[in-house]
């Protein structure tokens, strides 16, 4: 039989609506095209980030232990921690600017300080180190800040208690009412501190090594299960393995303390290591390389100038809630 023009058209469009269902059942869905450019991006949170430093670091009279460790952070990309006696001997704008800045100061517009003592042997409330570092030290006059580096809570704390505009480190001091505050405002991240002086510490001279007043901020961050507090102003190097603000071992929620005042300035005698010091030396300059993962960390103490000591190791983050 012969279809007219018409019938044929119409029994060409039947077939058409009869198969194209048909086709599409059978024919695979197209796999989308990947490629490393297509790749989304990491977030923030989902990065990896590089914390390196050091505290008690530049001093005009002796500049090679300083121009030492500076040596290693050339190497080395990320955020510089600077845990306070940044600029010895009294923290002077001189001071700043003939002893730190030839060093440790090329690294200014990535470094985070902190304040040591030695920012307030002049009169007045650490005005030449305010100046210095502008915005990057927190607000004029109280010198305690925090930031975020990829999933992790960074806070800069002033630890000289008892130094003019601080009011104190104990509960209820102004410090500490921010600290609880910041860290409310924080929840469920990993959380690093550091300051100058250090709760515990090995050092010979116990009123120079131990700096009971900051037991409040380490109840604080305690509380929030902070992960990392790292200090100087001992010269020297110790780490503790984690434990409570009262000194007792606590290997799940205890916070690890890094002592690391070996920036440049000189050397200081340890003596009997406290309890749960786990390793320790006095003789070597170098720089704390702090690698911090969404959920983990590593450290790795770098010796400047070749010399043999050396420490790392690793841990978790305390506020990760394990995978269902």
């Known amino acids: 039989m012969i279809l007219s023009p018409t019938k044929s058209i119409t029994a060409l469009a039947l077939l058409a609506v009869l198969y194209c269902p048909y086709a599409a059942a059978q024919a695979k869905p197209a796999r989308p ?153 924080h929840p469920n991240v990993c959380i690093l501190a550091y300051g100058h002086h250090a709760l515990f510490s090995s050092g010979i001279f116990k009123s120079h090594a131990v700096h009971p007043e900051l037991k409040a901020l380490w109840q604080d961050l305690y509380a929030a299960h902070a992960d ?33 005042g070996t920036g440049g300035r000189s050397h200081d005698l340890l003596g009997i290591p406290l309890p749960n010091s786990e390793l320790r030396d006095w003789s070597t300059y170098g720089v704390l390389k702090l690698t911090l993962a969404p959920g983990s960390y590593t450290w790795e103490f770098i010796p400047a100038g070749g010399a043999s000591f050396h420490d790392s190791g690793s841990g978790i983050c305390r506020n990760v809630q394990p995978s269902l």
């Open 33 to 185: 095209h990947r490629s490393a450019k297509s790749k989304p991006a990491p977030t923030k949170h989902s990065e990896t980030v590089t914390l390196v430093g050091a505290g008690d670091i530049a001093s005009c009279k002796d500049p090679e232990g300083a121009r030492a460790t500076a040596a290693l952070i050339d190497k080395i990309p990320g955020t510089v921690f600077a845990a306070g006696d940044l600029a010895y001997e009294k923290g002077s704008s001189a001071d700043f600017q003939n002893c730190y800045g030839p060093s440790w100061g090329r690294f200014k517009d990535r470094t985070r300080p902190a304040l040591g003592n030695h920012e307030y042997a002049l009169p007045g409330p650490a005005t030449a180190y305010f100046q210095y570092w502008g915005a990057q030290a927190g607000p004029v006059g109280k010198g305690y800040y925090s930031l975020n580096l990829g999933a992790w809570h960074i806070i800069a704390l002033n630890t000289n208690c008892t130094a003019e505009g601080v009011g104190g480190c104990a509960s209820g001091s102004p410090e500490e009412t921010w600290l609880k505050e910041d860290l409310a405002a």
């Open 228 to 260: 990392l507090i790292l200090a100087g102003h001992e010269h020297s190097y110790e780490r503790f393995a984690p434990q409570d603000p009262d000194g007792h071992s606590d290997p799940q929620n205890g916070i690890r303390e890094i002592v690391v």
